[in-house]
């Protein structure tokens, strides 16, 4: 079994996700989106694989926002017609924060700023379906997405959808990948400067972060292994919970 992880940037670690897939006895490949060396001017040109050569998508987080075009260029509108496309041929896509957002976008939905970011690892009200646990799942995003009417909410906060299922494809707003290894590695990338912005403590999100990330390890492989199970082997074209 192929996974194919799309991660945005350079600074996007699988982290637990990662864990979790190979866990499972899948083969991971990856295809970075905005090179290391284009990461402050990330207008690229990019050429998306064909979504057919795959069991499985992962599309990672980004710091930038999916309606930014003057940021970002054309590739976010090339990346969500791979992701409706990967929709379209049943293939199952696990969309993660900015890689859920597109999902959203896809699928038919939108994307907006959202009224106040949500940074930290915070309880999210979950449909009570058996998908999606109510955490605490770490979460580090400013925008915000809305799905069509007949596609499932399955978790939210007050400030935001937390979670969909569209056919084969979940998509999540938080980040179940997070260990501290992956923070540090956005920390890294210019996310301390953003942390001290928003008036978070980088150190002590750190250390809450190690205390909380063996027990959000088991979140993230049950996590993956129900998309795996339920979401991914779903019929096409149906919507496996409601």
């Given amino acids: 079994m192929r996974?194919?992880?799309?991660?945005?940037?350079?600074?996007?670690?699988?982290?637990?996700v990662g864990d979790a897939f190979a866990g499972l006895g899948y083969d991971v490949s990856e295809f970075t989106v905005v090179p290391r060396e284009r990461y402050h001017s990330p207008a690229v040109t990019v050429e998306f694989p064909d979504p057919a050569g795959y069991d499985a998508i992962v599309a990672f987080g980004a710091v930038w926002a999916v309606y930014d075009d003057a940021a970002i260029g054309t590739w976010v509108h090339d990346e969500i017609a791979f992701t409706r496309a990967a929709?379209?041929?049943?293939?199952?896509?696990?969309?993660?924060?900015?890689?859920?957002?597109?999902?959203?976008?896809?699928?038919?939905?939108?994307?907006?700023?959202?009224?106040?970011?949500?940074?930290?690892?915070n309880v999210i009200e979950t449909a009570g379906t058996g998908l999606i646990d109510p955490g605490p799942w770490f979460q580090w995003h400013s925008d915000r997405f809305t799905v069509p009417a007949d596609v499932p909410v399955l978790a939210r906060t007050a400030l935001a959808n937390q979670a969909f299922v569209c056919g084969r494809a979940l998509g999540l707003q938080f980040h179940p990948e997070v260990t501290d290894e992956v923070l540090q590695?956005?920390?890294?990338?210019?996310?301390?400067?953003g942390l001290a912005a928003a008036g978070v403590d980088a150190d002590a999100l750190l250390a809450q972060t190690r205390r909380l990330q063996g027990a959000a390890a088991g979140r993230a492989r049950e996590l993956v292994?129900?998309?795996?199970?339920?979401?991914?082997?779903?019929?096409?074209?149906?919507?496996?919970?409601?």
């Fill in 225 to 242: 292994r129900r998309f795996v199970r339920d979401v991914a082997a779903a019929p096409v074209g149906a919507v496996p919970v409601a």
């Fill in 3 to 16: 996974v194919l992880f799309v991660k945005q940037d350079h600074a996007s670690p699988g982290g637990l």
């Fill in 87 to 121: 929709l379209g041929l049943g293939v199952p896509v696990l969309g993660i924060c900015f890689g859920g957002q597109l999902l959203a976008a896809a699928a038919g939905g939108a994307v907006t700023r959202a009224p106040a970011p949500e940074i930290g690892w």
């Fill in 185 to 193: 590695c956005w920390l890294d990338g210019g996310g301390s400067a």
